[in-house]
């Protein structure tokens, strides 16, 4: 898709996910102590959850196009003809996405508690088009935009990062199945 993954926004360290693991231990009842997550062991969860951050920005957004009714109205085949492209603008958009990485782990063979953290994402375009094509988003044309990731374990904010001005690419293919709108979704 656009080459823009999730991961070239916000990267795990050993030090976030150590946090995390502190964060999980204040969940717990009082007397328990679970080991806690440092050094190699904090740093080996990290490069696992950096492998999931590896997904496509685009993937992850998708269904948020399909929240717009200039878009969801592309799917009337009575207006909408066979095999005709219709671009659909977008002014001052913004959509998110909300994401649960999870880490599990063990320690010589002992399985530890797994780590859940939310991860959202919230990107912000200028204009945008989508290119719709048979009730399919076949292509997007995101323009300039923003984008704030945002890295949370329980109620305790780890990580904000942000991008002031997102470059993108001028269109961004969505593969040969595209992003299916449901007929009758008006």
């Given at each position: 898709?656009?080459?823009v993954?999730?991961r070239?926004?916000?990267?795990?360290?050993?030090?976030?996910?150590?946090?995390?693991?502190?964060?999980?231990?204040?969940?717990?009842?009082e007397?328990?102590?679970?080991p806690?997550?440092?050094?190699?062991?904090?740093?080996?969860?990290?490069?696992?959850?950096?492998?999931v951050?590896?997904?496509?920005?685009?993937?992850?957004?998708?269904?948020?196009w399909?929240?717009?009714?200039?878009?969801r109205d592309c799917?009337d085949?009575?207006?909408?003809?066979?095999?005709?492209?219709?671009?659909?603008?977008?002014?001052?958009?913004?959509?998110?996405?909300a994401?649960?990485?999870v880490?599990?782990?063990?320690?010589?063979?002992?399985?530890?508690?797994?780590?859940?953290?939310?991860?959202?994402?919230?990107a912000?375009?200028?204009?945008?088009?989508?290119?719709?094509?048979?009730?399919?988003?076949r292509?997007?044309?995101?323009?300039?935009?923003?984008?704030?990731?945002?890295?949370?374990y329980?109620k305790?904010?780890?990580a904000?990062r942000?991008?002031?001005?997102?470059?993108?690419?001028?269109?961004?293919?969505?593969?040969?199945?595209?992003?299916?709108?449901a007929?009758g979704?008006?």
């Amino acid at each position: 898709m656009s080459g823009v993954s999730l991961r070239t926004l916000l990267e795990f360290s050993g030090a976030l996910v150590a946090r995390g693991a502190v964060e999980r231990a204040k969940e717990q009842p009082e007397g328990a102590a679970p080991p806690t997550l440092v050094g190699f062991v904090a740093e080996a969860g990290a490069k696992q959850l950096n492998e999931v951050l590896e997904t496509d920005v685009f993937e992850l957004l998708a269904d948020a196009w399909l929240a717009f009714k200039q878009v969801r109205d592309c799917a009337d085949a009575a207006t909408h003809l066979p095999g005709q492209d219709t671009i659909v603008t977008l002014h001052d958009v913004e959509i998110g996405s909300a994401n649960s990485p999870v880490l599990h782990s063990s320690i010589g063979g002992v399985a530890l508690p797994e780590l859940r953290f939310s991860l959202g994402l919230t990107a912000k375009f200028k204009t945008v088009q989508l290119v719709v094509r048979d009730a399919r988003i076949r292509t997007l044309r995101p323009g300039s935009g923003s984008a704030v990731v945002k890295l949370s374990y329980g109620k305790a904010k780890l990580a904000e990062r942000s991008t002031p001005e997102w470059r993108l690419l001028v269109e961004i293919p969505l593969g040969a199945e595209g992003i299916a709108i449901a007929r009758g979704a008006s």
